[in-house]
């Protein structure tokens, strides 16, 4: 292979971090036929297209965005040279990109994380939002992948995978109380109100299957989309919250809430999904075994 031309490599990382080969070529002070004859020389030589155009704008491939993580890189390295021998020394780290759904427990997030936490060669890259949303860059190669708590449907032709990386009891916790009466469910929920998950998350929607085949309505004070509200909740209301203990469980270590009932037949799983990748993020596979080993532990 030809020795890369790295003035070509900078106009590709030029274009791809405008999204627009005018922006670029006026930032260059190119004229855009000359800046799109050197893009094309460099996708030549790397034997891979770099961008597909979508309107006006320019969109990375999967091998794009390997090649722009490349260009940081190694112009990146070029900065830290300089400030190394100036006598500011800059450190150089691997970046993993991670998005998560908005409601997702952080608990269950810090958890899948922890392996790389704390480690200085690598930078972390945390985002939230809809599970649309994260889809959505996670097939524009913008996320590395994405966590949650239900499986991508799986159509012909996507390229989408999902991997149980946990599964967890859901219990309904609240305060300790001192009269030592065991909780009797599903009948002591018609006298004792709770908070609940909102209709979109799977765990409300089996709960409240249960409770009409019991014929039970519950007494519910607050429905919630966000676990980490859900939360602060079960820890200031003072009554029943239906969640994975793994949402409350440094509350439940403390005895500042205890499990009442863990709700029978009932559990909350946990997915990374990744995209099939010519160029995956070795450290995506690396914490996706890590997790799926601890599963396979539980188990046995």
């Known amino acids: 292979?030809?020795?890369?031309?790295?003035?070509?490599?900078?106009?590709?990382?030029?274009?791809?971090?405008?999204?627009?080969?005018?922006?670029?070529?006026?930032?260059?002070?190119?004229?855009?036929?000359?800046?799109?004859?050197?893009?094309?020389?460099?996708?030549?030589?790397?034997?891979?297209?770099?961008?597909?155009?979508?309107?006006?704008?320019?969109?990375?491939?999967?091998?794009?965005?390997?090649?722009?993580?490349?260009?940081?890189?190694?112009?990146?390295?070029?900065?830290?040279?300089?400030?190394?021998?100036?006598?500011?020394?800059?450190?150089?780290?691997?970046v993993l990109r991670v998005g998560a759904i908005t409601h997702l427990s952080r608990n269950f997030q810090l958890q899948f994380l922890r392996p790389l936490i704390g480690r200085t060669d690598i930078e972390l890259v945390l985002r939230s939002g809809t599970m649309r949303e994260l889809l959505a860059q996670l097939e524009a190669h913008t996320l590395d992948i994405v966590l949650a708590n239900a499986a991508v449907r799986r159509e012909a032709g996507t390229a989408l995978h999902s991997h149980l990386l946990d599964r967890q009891p859901v219990s309904l916790v609240g305060p300790p109380i001192g009269d030592g009466r065991s909780f009797m469910f599903p009948d002591d929920l018609q006298d004792h109100p709770v908070i609940l998950p909102s209709h979109e998350s799977d765990i409300r929607a089996a709960f409240d299957r249960t409770l009409e085949l019991a014929g039970i309505r519950p007494i519910i004070v607050a429905e919630v989309d966000d676990m980490a509200m859900l939360r602060l909740l079960a820890r200031a209301s003072g009554t029943l919250a239906l969640v994975p203990p793994i949402v409350v469980r440094d509350e439940l270590a403390t005895g500042l809430l205890v499990e009442r009932c863990r709700i029978p037949d009932l559990s909350e799983n946990f997915y990374a999904i990744v995209q099939s990748r010519r160029f995956p993020n070795p450290l995506v596979q690396h914490l996706i075994e890590l997790n799926v080993s601890g599963l396979r532990t539980q188990q046995l």
Do not use: C, W
Not at 6 to 17: G, I, M, N, P
Not at 43 to 48: C, D, I, V
């Open 1 to 94: 292979m030809a020795t890369l031309n790295y003035h070509h490599l900078r106009l590709f990382r030029a274009v791809a971090q405008d999204g627009s080969l005018t922006r670029a070529a006026a930032r260059l002070h190119l004229s855009q036929s000359a800046l799109s004859t050197q893009l094309r020389k460099l996708e030549e030589q790397l034997g891979h297209r770099l961008f597909d155009r979508q309107g006006k704008r320019l969109i990375l491939t999967e091998a794009g965005r390997i090649a722009l993580d490349y260009a940081d890189t190694v112009f990146k390295a070029g900065e830290e040279l300089v400030s190394t021998l100036a006598g500011r020394p800059r450190s150089n780290r691997q």
